[in-house]
């Protein structure tokens, strides 16, 4: 079986689909793999190390993907990429096939199989394989440091010979994956923090963290797969007016919510930001989605009176080693899982495989 590694080609993108540790537990389990030169280059994996790995490494596109069976990826291939890899083939990428309908028509007339990274299902069997939470924890702790680098304040309180600092106050709207390391990553460097959750399960972990956990008396909005629910504009109206004095008395907000397959809800108002303190900072890690704030410009930052937005798309791509450290163990696994006699089995009985395989034999299967 030829696995294939080629270097990403979206813009910003810095991580790669698959590392020299994942190459080495590969090779060891009869699986030959195939690494683009320089690959790994953004995110500091040298060629050298794939080959001292077992990977075979070629710049030739046609001998990559020559014989290919798996093609491992980090952003959907484009319509272009497509056409190099061979009929048969089976993708494994982030491929956002909710928003990607014309990308999974072209995978499936170019006879590929292609599985949907992003909708791996939360069950027991498939931790491993999670790459939403492997990502989502590492985008959690970037958004502490990215708040902390953008405050007119030091986090930690510190007693000095001229007087006491307090500690600054981050509030976390949102404690899934990211949310939850972000509290962690907060109160490890002194933070006072406080968080917020409309499910209302998490409450013990967040007070686990060492954080106050806000409770809001509102309706729980516990989702399927451990993800929150949408909520009714009501009650995110409702939400937005109880948080609000959270929110403009803290020195970073983080924002973490998301419904997957749908847009962000909107938590913070272009009314509530006016009442924030000038110099706090907010870091919205649903801008990829439309941000949980409303006046987040996507993949820039900006200040809003007074108030230092930071709308960052796919923050893990800002720490590419561990992110694709983490990625590439999470495709590893799961391509590893479904190997059998040396070769990659698409089997549609097996939960992992029906939920995330979104195009086989010519078909569009997501969304039926």
């Known amino acids: 079986m030829k696995v294939v590694i080629p270097k ?70 484009t319509l272009s990429e497509i056409a190099s890899i061979p009929s048969g083939a089976v993708v494994i990428s982030m491929i956002y096939a909710v928003r990607n309908a014309e990308l999974l028509q072209q995978l499936a007339a170019a006879g590929i199989t292609t599985f949907a990274m992003e909708l791996i299902p939360r ?64 109160r490890r460097l002194g933070a006072v923090v406080e968080a917020f959750d409309v499910r209302s399960a998490v409450r013990e972990e967040v007070e686990s963290l060492g954080a106050k956990f806000v409770n809001v008396p509102l309706e729980s909005a516990e989702g399927t797969g451990g993800y929150a629910k949408e909520q009714s504009d009501e009650q995110l109206q409702r939400q937005r007016e109880l948080l609000e004095e959270k929110v403009t008395s803290a020195d970073i907000v983080i924002t973490t919510a998301a419904i997957p397959g749908r847009k962000a809800p909107l938590l913070l108002t272009g009314e509530m930001m006016r009442a924030m303190r000038v110099g706090s900072v907010v870091v919205d890690l649903a801008a990829d989605t439309g941000g949980n704030c409303e006046v987040t410009v996507p993949g820039e930052e900006v200040n809003f009176n007074g108030v230092t937005v930071v709308g960052t798309n796919d923050l893990p791509r800002t720490v590419p080693h561990h992110a694709s450290q983490t990625y590439a163990r999470n495709l590893t696994n799961l391509v590893l899982s479904l190997v059998r006699d040396g070769a990659l089995v698409v089997d549609l009985e097996d939960e992992v495989v029906r939920t995330i395989c979104v195009t086989h034999e010519g078909v569009v299967r997501y969304g039926k």
């Open 8 to 77: 990403e080609t979206a813009v910003g993108e810095t991580r790669v689909a698959g590392v020299p540790d994942t190459v080495a537990k590969m090779t060891a389990a009869g699986v030959g793999v195939w690494v683009q030169e320089d690959a790994g280059i953004a995110a500091n994996f040298a060629t050298s190390d794939y080959e001292n790995s077992g990977a075979k490494v070629t710049d030739h596109l046609e001998e990559l993907y020559q014989g290919a069976n798996v093609v491992l990826r980090v952003q959907p291939p």
């Open 123 to 186: 069950i027991s069997r498939a931790q491993s394989m999670d790459v939403l939470s492997s990502q989502a924890s590492i985008a959690g702790y970037k958004a502490v440091l990215l708040g902390a680098s953008r405050l007119d304040k030091i986090l930690p309180m510190q007693m000095t010979a001229a007087g006491t600092l307090a500690p600054a106050r981050v509030f976390v709207l949102g404690a899934g994956v990211a949310g939850l390391q972000a509290i962690a990553t907060a």
